[in-house]
C-alpha cells in the first residue's frame, strides 16, 4: 500500500481540540459550546409541530390540542413547515444561480469576466434551439444570459433544462403535475400555499415541496452550474491538496468562503497579482496563499486546484489558526459567529454581498461591473493586514492530504473514453460506465452530498459510509462538504483505490481515478442530475432502475431539502443520516418515504445508524441489481 494513509475523525478532532485551546486563550466562543446551550432542543420544532405564521398563533400541536386556532390539524402544520423548508431551499440556489447569469450578461473581451468554454455555451444555445451560425461568441453569451433569466419568471411554459432528462422522467413529471415553470414562481406559489388559510392537505404540500426542488436541479441550480462553466471553464482533473494543513505559515492567508465563484475567482486572479505578491513581500510575508471553506472552495478548487482548507463546521477553524489574514465570504453557510470570533484575532472578516450583511464585518461590496477593482481592494486588505499578526497565537494544524478532483460530467466521459476500444465502441458516452456495472465489477454507484451538522459526529458518517461503499464495489460521486469530508481524510488521493473491493479498484487503476470522484459544489448536483440521465438514455433504462442512490448523511440546511426533494423527485432514491422535522405528522412520514414512490418512482430513507443507512444503501442497490438481472 506504499505509505498511504488517511486521515482519521480522531486526528480531525485532536486538531480541532488544539486550536479551541487557542480560542480559550482570547476568551473565542466556538460551535461546540453553543450546541451544548441549545441542546436539548425543542421537541415541537424537532417534529415540525409548531406553526407561528399568523398572528393568532404561534400554535403547537400536543394530544390535548390536536389543532391550531385556525383548526389545521398536525399533518398540515408539519407539510406546510416542509415546503417553506425546500421553498428557502430553492431559493438560495436559484438565486445563486440568477447571480452568474447576470454575470454572463456582463461578460466582454476586455472585462472582468469572459467567456472561457465557448463549446460549451454554443451547445446549450443549440439545445435552448437558438441560431449560433456567424454570431459573434460575447452577443451569444448575452443573448443566452438573457433567456436564462427570463427561465426565472416567465409566464408560460416549463423550464427548459427539463428537456434533458429522459423522456420517462419527463412524463411522470407532467403526469404527478410538478414539473416547474418558471424557478421563482414555484418559490412564490410555496409560500402562497403555505399562508394561513391555503393548502392544509399533505399531498399537494408534498406535490408542490418536489415540484419547487425541481425548478432549483433542473433550474436555478443548473443555470449556476452551467453558466459558471461557461465563463471560469468547465472543470477537468487536477490534482490539490485539502485540510487546515493547506495554510501556510509564512504567507498571507486569504480564505474565500460562501458559494458564488463570480468572487472567489476574482481574489484568485488578485492573489496572482504581481503587483499583490510584491506588497506581501514588503510587509514580510513570502507571499499570497488563497485555500477555500465551503461550495467556494469546492468551485475553485474544480477549476484552479486552489486547494480546500475545510468544510461547513471548520469555518471557525481557519480563523483559530491565528494565520487567517482574511475571510472574505458571499452567501450561504457563513457563521455569523465568524464576525465576533475574527475580533479575538487580527482576522478581517469580510462580507461582500448585500445578500448576506453580518455584524462585526467589514462590507466591501462586490459586483459584476466593479468585480476586478473590488476583488484588488480585497486582497490588498488581506494583505496589509499580515502585519497586525499575533505570532504567539499562530498555530497551523499539519494536517493535509492530497486530492484529485475535477470531475464535471465532461471530465468523466472524456475519462471513459480512456477505457473504451474506439475501434469497436462508440466514445463520448458513459457505456463503459454501464458495461463494469451491468458485468458487476462495480455493484452501482451512490451520489454522496451534503453539509456537517453537529447532530452527527462531524464528517463521520460522511468518511465511514465512503469506506463502507467502495469496499463494496460501490462507486461514489460526491459533492459540497461531503466531498471536502473525503479530501481531508485522504479518499480523493488515487492511492485511496488500495481501500476499494478488486473490482472498483481494478477500475480506478485502468481508468487512473481516485474511488470518489469530485462533482463540485452543492449547485454542481445538477451535475449528477445529468449524468443519472445520461446513463439511463445510454442504457435505455429509467434512472429509477439504475442501481444508483443519493444520500446525504451530515446535511443540515434548507438547501439540503431542496436537493433532496428534486433527487428523489428525479427517480433516485434518497438516504438521510439526520431526521428532517416532519416526525410529528405520520401522514408526511408516509408520503415522503413511500407515498410519492407511486409519482416519481423513488423516496427517501431515514436512518441515524449510519451503518445501517449504509447496509441499506447496499441493499437497495443489490435489489435494483436483481430486477434487472444483473
Ligand atoms: S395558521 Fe393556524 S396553526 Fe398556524 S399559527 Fe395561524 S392559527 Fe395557528
Ligand atoms: S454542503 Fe451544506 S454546509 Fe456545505 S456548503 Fe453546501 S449547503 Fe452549505
Not at 481501500?499 to 485502468?510: H, T, Y
Amino acid at each position: 500500500m506504499g505509505n498511504f494513509k488517511l486521515t482519521s475523525v480522531e486526528e480531525f478532532e485532536a486538531a480541532t481540540n488544539r486550536l479551541l485551546e487557542t480560542g480559550a486563550k482570547v476568551g473565542a466562543d466556538a460551535w461546540q459550546f453553543r450546541v451544548k446551550n441549545q441542546t436539548p432542543h425543542c421537541k415541537f420544532g424537532e417534529q415540525g409541530v409548531c406553526c407561528r405564521i399568523c398572528s393568532m398563533g404561534p400554535c403547537r400541536i400536543t394530544p390535548k390540542a390536536p389543532r391550531g386556532i385556525c383548526g389545521c390539524d398536525v399533518h398540515g402544520i408539519v407539510g406546510r413547515n416542509f415546503l417553506r423548508f425546500t421553498a428557502g431551499g430553492s431559493a438560495t440556489h436559484s438565486d445563486h444561480g440568477r447571480e452568474i447569469c447576470h454575470t454572463l450578461h456582463t461578460v466582454a473581451p476586455d472585462g472582468n469576466y469572459k467567456v472561457k468554454d465557448p463549446d460549451k455555451l454554443i451547445r446549450i444555445a443549440k439545445e435552448w434551439g437558438v441560431e449560433t451560425e456567424g454570431k459573434n461568441i460575447y452577443d451569444l453569451a448575452h443573448e443566452i444570459a438573457e433567456m436564462a433569466l427570463l427561465e426565472y419568471g416567465k409566464p408560460f411554459g416549463t423550464q427548459r433544462f427539463l428537456k434533458r432528462a429522459p423522456e420517462h422522467t419527463q412524463e411522470l413529471w407532467a403526469k404527478a403535475e410538478i414539473e416547474p415553470r418558471a424557478i421563482d414562481r414555484e418559490v412564490a406559489t410555496a409560500l402562497h400555499m403555505t399562508h394561513m388559510g391555503c393548502s392544509s392537505k399533505p399531498e399537494a404540500l408534498i406535490r408542490q415541496s418536489l415540484r419547487c426542488g425541481l425548478s432549483d436541479g433542473w433550474g436555478g441550480s443548473m443555470c449556476g452550474t452551467e453558466f459558471s462553466d461557461v465563463m471560469f471553464g468547465t472543470p477537468k482533473p487536477l490534482d490539490t491538496e485539502a485540510n487546515l494543513g493547506v495554510m501556510k505559515e509564512d504567507y498571507v492567508n486569504i480564505i474565500v468562503h460562501g458559494h458564488d465563484p463570480s468572487l472567489s475567482e476574482m481574489i484568485c486572479d488578485y492573489a496572482e497579482d504581481p503587483e499583490m505578491i510584491a506588497l506581501a513581500k514588503s510587509v514580510g510575508a513570502k507571499g499570497i496563499n488563497v485555500a477555500g471553506v465551503c461550495c467556494t472552495s469546492n468551485e475553485v478548487a474544480m477549476r484552479r486546484g486552489i486547494p480546500m482548507a475545510g468544510n461547513f463546521l471548520q469555518q471557525e477553524n481557519v480563523v483559530l489558526t491565528g494565520a487567517c489574514e482574511a475571510i472574505v465570504v458571499d452567501v450561504q453557510c457563513i457563521f455569523p459567529a465568524l464576525g465576533p470570533l475574527s475580533k479575538c484575532f487580527h482576522t478581517k472578516f469580510i462580507t461582500t454581498s448585500p445578500i448576506a450583511q453580518m455584524p462585526d464585518s467589514e462590507f466591501i461590496r462586490f459586483n459584476a461591473e466593479t468585480a476586478g477593482e473590488n476583488a484588488k481592494l480585497i486582497v490588498r486588505t488581506a494583505v496589509e493586514n499580515f502585519k497586525n499578526r499575533k505570532p504567539e497565537l499562530v498555530h497551523i494544524p499539519q494536517l493535509k492530504q492530497k486530492a484529485t478532483v475535477g470531475y464535471s460530467v465532461e471530465a468523466i466521459v472524456k475519462t471513459l473514453d480512456k477505457v473504451t476500444n474506439s475501434q469497436v465502441d462508440v466514445t463520448g458516452t458513459t457505456k463503459p460506465l454501464i458495461e463494469c456495472i451491468t458485468s458487476g465489477v462495480l455493484r452501482g454507484a451512490v451520489a454522496m452530498v451534503g453539509c456537517n451538522n453537529p447532530r452527527v459526529r462531524p464528517d463521520s458518517a460522511h468518511i465511514d459510509l465512503m469506506k463502507k461503499l467502495i469496499a463494496n464495489d460501490i462507486i461514489v460521486v460526491l459533492s459540497g462538504c461531503s466531498a471536502q469530508a473525503a479530501a481531508r481524510a485522504g479518499l480523493m488521493d488515487k492511492e485511496a483505490r488500495e481501500l476499494c473491493g478488486a473490482g472498483l479498484k481494478r477500475v480506478c487503476e485502468l481508468a487512473d481515478i481516485p474511488p470518489v470522484l469530485h462533482m463540485g459544489s452543492c449547485v454542481d448536483i445538477s451535475r449528477m442530475m445529468i449524468l443519472a440521465s445520461e446513463l439511463a438514455k445510454d442504457s435505455g433504462l429509467n434512472i429509477s432502475q439504475l442501481p444508483l442512490v443519493g444520500c446525504a448523511p451530515e446535511w443540515m440546511s434548507e438547501k439540503a431539502v431542496s436537493i433532496g426533494n428534486y433527487v428523489v423527485a428525479t427517480g433516485i432514491d434518497t438516504f438521510l443520516g439526520v431526521e428532517p422535522q416532519v416526525t410529528g405528522s405520520s401522514e408526511v412520514v408516509g408520503l415522503l418515504t413511500d407515498g410519492i414512490r407511486d409519482w416519481v418512482e423513488a423516496a427517501y430513507t431515514v436512518e441515524k445508524d449510519i451503518d445501517k443507512l449504509g447496509d441499506l444503501m447496499i441493499q437497495r442497490i443489490e435489489e435494483k441489481r436483481a430486477a434487472l438481472g444483473i
